[in-house]
């Protein structure tokens, strides 16, 4: 697809008039009103995401492609998302109830003895717009671009691609180069703290950085798909990946403690975080179909490394099994480990040198996740499909390291994060 797809977080559901509206105003902008139609597929679905006492999400898509009797193909993709809940802030839990301000200054909000600190304001709404365009080039070539805007309240991205694909060996093999920009800009609620300042108590003004954050991101890659015979193909990637700007959670504390008992000490015991503002980023990604009889399993590997210290391994596993022509079960089960960034410490103990950049974010932490799910889908007597996805997802990593300190010992340092995701997904053809 030509379409550049970003932060992608949800999937949703549009009625049949408003998506043919889009897809057909969008190909009046483009200028491809005057073509006939040959085909226009739409899929799109609504997926509902919980964290038990965490965050909460609802998400909808509307994803359409539209074929022209040229050999052009208009890609377009709508996401619609929200989250709320409680988040965690990065600081350690405590032997006394903890009192925490709001990233505002206005408010604050209090963490029982023991328990993990969490944020109860979480609150997001997100909106997502992508357009692409396929063009043959020849015969054996085409040529795709895409444009992407997003924005939320605290953060907006816009951005494009571009790649090139060109078929080989009698159409058995496929190379495919792609590149893609993208411009962020970061305007957090409250503005950006300035690294390794104390969180001040509600009502007094923080230390903060002029203006907003700005991130500029390169993608770089290669591809090739191989047919291997009529049952197989398999497909390799390697995206080459440079972040640059800021790259800071705004929102996210490390708590620097005492070194007798582990608790946070008593002056300024929160600190905002800092992150390195450059990142270099390769991934290398497998994926092979296996076509039975009836069936269809699909297995993919990825290998994600960069330059902050991070390595990390996906295997992903999904077998189609084809009940009747009309139905079919897909059990989903995923597994990922990574390790630690360079720069994550659950905390600093006083009297420590600040490094040059720390942060307790438990998702650059040693982790790994597991997924289990299972689809099933139908495809009606219209030739619409429908399906429903559910799956749970656990996410954990050493609660109880053996270097903790004092109170720490007895405290769960980095607990279990399980989730529960459903999804309805509804698949159908506009009429020509």
């Given amino acids: 697809m030509a379409v550049t797809s970003r932060k992608g977080r949800g999937n949703g559901a549009g009625g049949k008039g408003t998506v043919r509206a889009a897809i057909m105003g969008a190909c009046g902008l483009l200028g491809l009103a005057g073509s006939r139609a040959e085909a226009t597929e739409v899929r799109s679905a609504l997926l509902g995401y919980t964290e038990p006492n965490r965050v909460s999400a609802i998400e909808a898509i509307v994803d359409g492609n539209h ?34 301000t709001r990233p505002s200054g206005n408010g604050s909000y209090q963490t029982a003895p023991g328990e993990t600190p969490l944020d109860d304001t979480f609150k997001d709404t997100r909106g997502a717009l992508s357009v692409g365009l396929g063009l043959p080039l020849n015969r054996m070539t085409n040529l795709n671009f895409g444009l992407y805007g997003s924005g939320e309240h605290d953060y907006s991205s816009l951005g494009g691609n571009l790649t090139l694909t060109r078929d080989l060996h009698q159409r058995n093999t496929t ?29 007094l003004p923080k230390a903060k950085l002029s203006g907003d954050g700005t991130k500029e991101i390169l993608d770089l890659g290669l591809g090739v798909t191989q047919v291997l015979n009529r049952k197989m193909i398999v497909y390799l990637n390697y995206t080459y990946s440079n972040v640059t700007g800021y790259q800071t959670d705004p929102y996210k504390i490390f708590s620097v403690v005492d070194p007798v008992t582990g608790d946070p000490r008593a002056t300024d015991p929160y600190l905002y975080e ?26 993919s590997y990825r290998y994600f490394m960069d330059d902050w210290g991070v390595h990390s391994n996906t295997v992903d596993l999904t077998y189609r099994w084809n009940l009747s ?16 960034t360079d720069f994550y410490r ?72 399980d989730a529960f995701i459903m999804q309805v997904g509804f698949n159908f053809s506009l009429p020509e």
């Fill in 274 to 299: 800092s992150r390195p503002d450059a990142r270099d980023k390769h991934i290398l990604f497998g994926k092979m179909s296996w076509h039975l009889e009836r069936d269809i399993i699909q297995l």
């Fill in 67 to 100: 074929d022209f009797s040229d050999g052009k193909i208009l890609n377009f993709r709508l996401v619609l998302d929200a989250l709320t809940g409680a988040s965690a802030n990065g600081a350690t839990p405590a032997s006394y109830t903890q009192t925490f």
């Fill in 346 to 417: 659950r905390y600093l103990v006083d009297g420590q040198a600040l490094p040059e950049n720390v942060s307790a974010d438990y998702r650059l932490g040693d982790m790994h996740t597991v997924t289990y799910g299972l689809t099933y889908g139908r495809k009606l007597d219209s030739g619409n499909e429908l399906t429903l996805r559910l799956e749970y997802y656990a996410q954990m990593g050493d609660g109880y390291p053996p270097d903790a300190i004092g109170n720490l010992k007895d405290f769960d340092l980095f607990p279990t994060v």
């Fill in 325 to 340: 022509n009309r139905t079919f079960l897909k059990p989903h089960l995923r597994y990922y480990n990574q390790s630690a």
């Fill in 175 to 203: 190379v495919a180069l792609h590149g893609a920009y993208f411009h962020d800009t970061i305007f957090p609620e409250g503005g950006r703290p300035d690294p390794f300042t104390p969180m001040e108590p509600e009502g």
